[in-house]
């Protein structure tokens, strides 16, 4: 059984910066897929980040160059840094797992607004 559970969201104003966590538990390989998602009310889910397994890193076209994905394997712990924040930026973050299956956290609702 895995479980996810992020944290670290809250209201920021625009040009602002948040740091997501992602605290895994249970059956939590190293070498398995972590990311990001968002989704903002009345749009689908759209990825924001992933890493592999081997550190490698991809980014969804509206957050690159401002968000940066890293993960604790020593922790079991994934993380999303966020720097100049935009109110589009708006959505509930949810943190995902792969292995076998897809995991889901509960999400972090994420409001960038003056």
């Known amino acids: 059984q895995v479980q996810l559970v992020e944290s670290g969201g809250g209201l920021v104003q625009p040009g602002g910066s948040l740091r997501l966590s992602c605290a895994a538990s249970g059956s939590i390989f190293s070498i398995s897929p972590m990311g990001w998602y968002r989704q903002a009310p009345g749009k689908e889910r759209e990825l924001v980040a992933d890493i592999n397994g081997n550190g490698r890193t991809k980014y969804g076209d509206p957050v690159k160059g401002r968000f940066t994905i890293s993960r604790d394997n020593a922790k079991n712990t994934l993380y999303l840094q966020m720097n100049r924040l935009k109110p589009e930026d708006t959505a509930v973050y949810y943190c995902?797992?792969?292995?076998?299956?897809?995991?889901w956290g509960q999400g972090t609702q994420v409001t960038v607004s003056s």
């Open positions: 995902w797992y792969y292995y076998y299956q897809d995991y």
